[in-house]
């Protein structure tokens, strides 16, 4: 069992930077595979990045690539999701998920354990 709790939200202007943080419970946290999703008001949840049990290998959506960076540390338990330049499409409630494996890792349904949600507001 993993738990994930998602930090780091809050209002920014556009051009602005955050960094989310998602802290997992377990000792196994360095075997999974993890990644970020966010969902928009009135649209469908969608995948961001993700980043292999190692760190060793990344993926990112396209909208956020050269923009956002996926890391992680296994000694803390956590993942970081470094997001500059925001833009008010940026705008969502971002969650981190947990997998076992990295395959398929922008799948959503792949994923076994997710965060609560943390929001993140990009004004223009």
């Known amino acids: 069992q993993v738990q994930l709790v998602e930090s780091g939200g809050g209002l920014v202007q556009a051009g602005g930077s955050l960094r989310l943080s998602c802290a997992a419970s377990?000792?196994?946290?360095?075997?999974?595979?993890m990644g970020w999703f966010r969902q928009a008001p009135g649209k469908e949840r969608e995948f961001v990045a993700a980043i292999s049990w190692s760190g060793g290998s990344t993926y990112y959506a396209d909208s956020v690539k050269g923009r956002f960076t996926v890391s992680r540390d296994n000694a803390k338990n956590t993942v970081y999701l470094q997001m500059n330049s925001l833009k008010p499409e940026d705008t969502a409630v971002y969650y981190c998920?947990?997998?076992?494996?990295?395959?398929?890792?922008?799948?959503?349904?792949?994923?076994?354990?997710w965060g609560q949600g943390t929001q993140v507001t990009v004004s223009s």
């Open positions: 998920a947990a997998k076992r494996y990295y395959s398929n890792s922008y799948s959503q349904s792949t994923y076994d354990y």
């Open positions: 377990g000792r196994t946290f360095s075997s999974y595979a």
